[in-house]
């Protein structure tokens, strides 16, 4: 006998039991969308518990240095700190051309950076803040480029600030120890010109993948050009990756001031912006590692006792890192659980 067509739905088969399947009613999964976002909420603090108990000794080593530390310039460098994230939001509104609310954007910074201490790369920040944008309704292909133009901003401002504070300092030690030698330099060169080469040759071999890059790179072309054409947009850009690292060059300034580092602060800054030009594309959670042992060495190298350049690293770690870390997981479950990321 021939198969003919169904003409209507077809119908699930019977249960072997003799039971219908009973459907999922809203309620109950509205239930397990609570749930499950209040467990995400709560990751982050779990999180912070783990790291606390795995590198918990540094803590307590920073804690007992700065003990005896000027508490007025360790209270400037929590200051300067927490002018990091207004200079970090700035940047973030300059590179999307929609309009931010304020305090959210403020507030989706703080607990950006207390992700970003627990990923390499600035992977933890990235995420969190594209999650923001899609909240705040921002489509993924704007919310993506703007995360390329914040890299590349912040990574082109630095420039600048490193010319001017040789200019400033003239009479310190260059920190050349911190600077990679020939052969780190050259491999350095070589894997920068290596990622569009390898870039172009999967384009060229994967062709589902090249309407997305040819428009990924359309509209970050279009909304840098489009950006620069308003001060209210390419200012607080600019401004805030100007900002950004001299803030952070500050707290350790303020650090090594407090602790009675014989350094001017055009020197402390030099150093800690030499230190995070140096060790800063080695990928670390937070540039934790990598840029701490560039910035002691640096220390070092303008005379600086070894045991005093530690303990000035130890003390801005503490400050940028330890003491923000618990309000800003506090303030990323808050905004997880209040449904704005």
Do not use: E
């Amino acid at each position: 006998m021939p198969l003919m067509p169904l003409d209507g739905p077809v119908t699930p088969l019977p249960r072997t039991d003799g039971r219908r399947p009973q459907p999922v009613s809203p309620a109950r999964r509205a239930l397990g969308s609570a749930t499950a976002r209040r467990v995400a909420s709560l990751l982050p603090l779990l999180a912070l518990g783990v790291w606390a108990a795995v590198d918990g000794g540094t803590v307590r080593d920073g804690a007992a240095r700065l003990a005896a530390a000027d508490p007025w310039w360790l209270l400037a460098g929590l200051v300067f700190t927490c002018l990091g994230w207004v200079a970090a939001a700035c940047v973030r509104q300059g590179a999307v051309p929609d309009r931010l609310r304020r305090g959210l954007l403020l507030a989706s910074q703080v607990a950006a950076d207390a992700a970003n201490h627990l990923l390499p790369a600035n992977l933890g920040a990235h995420a969190v803040t594209v999650r923001f944008l899609l909240r705040q309704g921002v489509p993924l292909p704007r919310a993506t480029t703007s995360i390329a133009l914040y890299s590349l901003v912040r990574a082109l401002a630095k420039t600048p600030l490193l010319l001017v504070f040789l200019l400033a300092a003239p009479t310190a030690v260059p920190p050349v120890t911190v600077l990679p030698d020939g052969r780190t330099l050259a491999l350095a060169v070589g894997g920068v010109l290596l990622v569009p080469a390898a870039a172009a040759v999967v384009l060229a071999l994967v062709r589902p993948l090249r309407r997305p890059a040819v428009d990924f790179v359309r509209t970050a072309l279009t909304d840098a050009r489009h950006l620069h054409t308003r001060p209210g947009r390419f200012l607080p850009l600019w401004g805030g990756a100007v900002a950004a690292p001299l803030l952070q060059a500050c707290v350790v300034a303020s650090v090594g001031t407090a602790l009675g580092v014989p350094l001017s602060w055009p020197q402390l800054v030099l150093a800690f912006l030499a230190a995070g030009t140096a060790a800063g594309a080695v990928p670390a959670p937070g540039g934790i590692g990598p840029v701490d042992a560039a910035l002691v060495l640096a220390l070092a190298g303008y005379g600086t006792p070894l045991a005093l350049a530690t303990a000035t690293v130890i003390g801005y770690r503490v400050l940028t890192v330890w003491l923000p870390l618990l309000p800003g997981m506090l303030v990323l479950s808050a905004l997880v659980q209040r449904k704005v990321l």
